[in-house]
C-alpha cells in the first residue's frame, strides 16, 4: 500500500447534515467537561493554580476551534455545489479532525478580513433569508451558507483558537535568587495539534533561568527557545528526549519539570472504530445520543531528581539535570518519571465499564459526567 494511503486509509468525511451537527454537539460538551477534570487535579494537588490556568487556555481555545469547525461545516449536505465541504476526521486512531483541518484553519484565518468584505453583513443575510422565505416561499440554502461562512470567518478573528501550532508562553513563577546571579522561575507552555497522532497534545515546563536577561524578554534566547520547542513537539519523541536535549543546547535554562498532556484519543461507537475492552463498553451501555462517548487525557512527568556539574570550556563549569526514571518502566517506555491515565465518561457507559471491570483499565481514573454536568472521580 502507498504511504499515503496508509496515511489517510482511516480517514473519513462526515456527508450528512445532521450527523455532522451531531458530532461538532459532542465535541464541544466533551471539552466543557475537561476544566472540571482539571480543576479535580487542581483541588488534590495534583496541579497548581497556574497549571490549571495554562491548561483550561488551551481548553478553552480547543472550544473555540470546535465552534468555528462547525459553523464552517454547518451545511454540509444541505447546501449544493463545492461551497461547504465535507469534515475529515480520523475514525480510528483519535477521533478528532485530521491535522489537516486545523491547518487549513491557519490558512483561511490569514485571510479572514478579506472574506468577511466580499460577504453580506449579518444583518443583510438575515433580512434576505426572511425575504426568501416569505416572498418565495423557499428554504434560503445559500443564505444560510453564506452565514455559516461569515461566522466561520468572524470565530477566527476574535482570536484565541487552539492552532496546528500554538508557539510557547511563559509565566513567571518567582525568584530564587536575584543581584549578580539571578535565578528565575518560569512555567513555559506550548501546545500542538499533533499530526502523527490527530490529538491535541499540551506542553507544561517548569524550569530556572540563570540568565543575564529574563527569559522572556531576551532577544535572543527567547526566539531560539520557542523555535526548540514547537520543533520536538511530535507525539514520538520521549520525554527524555525532549528535555534532555534542551539541558544541554541551553547552558543557562535548567529545566525541572516536564509535562505532556494528550486530550485524547475520542471513543464513540457511533463514529470511530475502536476495538478491545471500550468498544463492548459503549456498545452495551446504548447510551442515549449525546451520551455515547469517552475521551481518554493522558499525562506524562519527567522531573530532575538532581544537578551535576560539567566543565565548560576552559574555566567555566555548566550545570546539568539528572531525570528520575520510572524504575518499573520497560524499555519501551522509558524516558518519563510517571505517566497517569484518565478516561472521563458519561454515567450509563461507566456504569457498564464498573460491571465489567476490564484488566487494562482498573488502575485508570475515572471522570464521570452526571446528566446535570457535574464530573465525579473515581479510581
Do not use: C
Not at 202 to 217: C, H, N, Q, S, V
Amino acid at each position: 500500500m502507498p504511504e499515503t494511503d496508509a496515511l489517510t486509509r482511516d480517514h473519513v468525511t462526515l456527508e450528512d447534515t445532521r450527523v455532522t451537527r451531531r458530532y461538532f454537539a459532542k465535541f464541544q460538551a466533551i471539552t466543557g467537561h475537561l476544566a472540571r477534570v482539571a480543576a479535580q487535579f487542581e483541588a488534590e494537588g495534583a496541579l497548581s493554580r497556574e497549571d490549571v490556568q495554562v491548561l483550561a487556555r488551551y481548553i478553552i481555545g480547543l472550544g473555540f476551534t470546535f465552534r468555528a469547525l462547525a459553523n464552517k461545516y454547518h451545511m454540509t449536505g444541505r447546501a449544493e455545489g463545492p461551497g461547504p465541504g465535507k469534515l475529515t476526521f480520523d475514525r480510528e486512531e483519535s477521533g478528532f479532525p485530521v491535522h489537516a483541518e486545523l491547518m487549513q484553519m491557519a490558512s483561511d484565518a490569514a485571510q479572514a478580513e478579506k472574506h468577511l468584505k466580499a460577504l453580506p453583513s449579518a444583518e443583510q443575510l438575515k433580512r434576505q433569508m426572511v425575504e426568501e422565505i416569505v416572498g418565495k416561499l423557499q428554504v434560503p440554502t445559500r443564505l444560510q451558507y453564506a452565514m455559516s461562512q461569515r461566522l466561520y470567518y468572524e470565530e477566527m478573528l476574535r482570536g484565541e483558537l487552539f492552532w496546528a501550532q500554538n508557539d510557547p508562553d511563559a509565566v513567571w513563577l518567582g525568584n530564587l535568587a536575584e543581584g549578580r546571579d539571578p535565578r528565575r522561575r518560569y512555567l513555559v507552555h506550548w501546545a500542538v495539534y499533533d499530526s502523527q497522532v490527530n490529538i491535541p497534545t499540551i506542553y507544561l515546563m517548569e524550569l530556572e533561568d540563570t540568565g543575564r536577561f529574563a527569559l522572556p524578554k531576551d532577544e535572543r534566547r527567547w526566539p531560539e527557545v520557542q523555535s526548540h520547542l514547537i520543533a520536538q513537539a511530535v507525539a514520538g519523541l520521549k520525554l527524555l528526549t525532549i528535555a534532555g536535549g534542551f539541558d544541554k543546547d541551553f547552558d543557562d535554562l535548567h529545566p525541572k519539570r516536564l509535562r505532556r498532556f494528550h486530550l485524547g484519543p475520542m471513543y464513540s461507537s457511533a463514529f470511530t472504530l475502536q476495538t478491545g475492552p471500550l468498544k463492548a463498553v459503549l456498545e452495551e451501555a446504548k447510551a442515549p445520543e449525546g451520551e455515547d462517548w469517552a475521551l481518554a487525557w493522558t499525562m506524562e512527568e519527567l522531573v530532575s531528581e538532581r544537578v551535576e556539574t560539567e566543565r565548560s570550556g576552559w574555566f567555566g563549569t555548566v550545570e546539568r539535570e539528572i531525570f528520575a526514571l520510572d524504575p518499573f518502566a520497560g524499555a519501551a517506555d522509558a524516558g518519563r518519571t510517571s505517566m497517569q491515565r484518565a478516561i472521563i465518561l458519561p454515567q450509563r457507559p461507566f456504569q457498564v465499564l464498573a460491571e465489567k471491570n476490564p484488566p487494562g483499565f482498573r488502575e485508570v481514573r475515572k471522570f464521570v459526567v452526571s446528566p446535570g454536568g457535574r464530573v465525579l472521580s473515581y479510581r
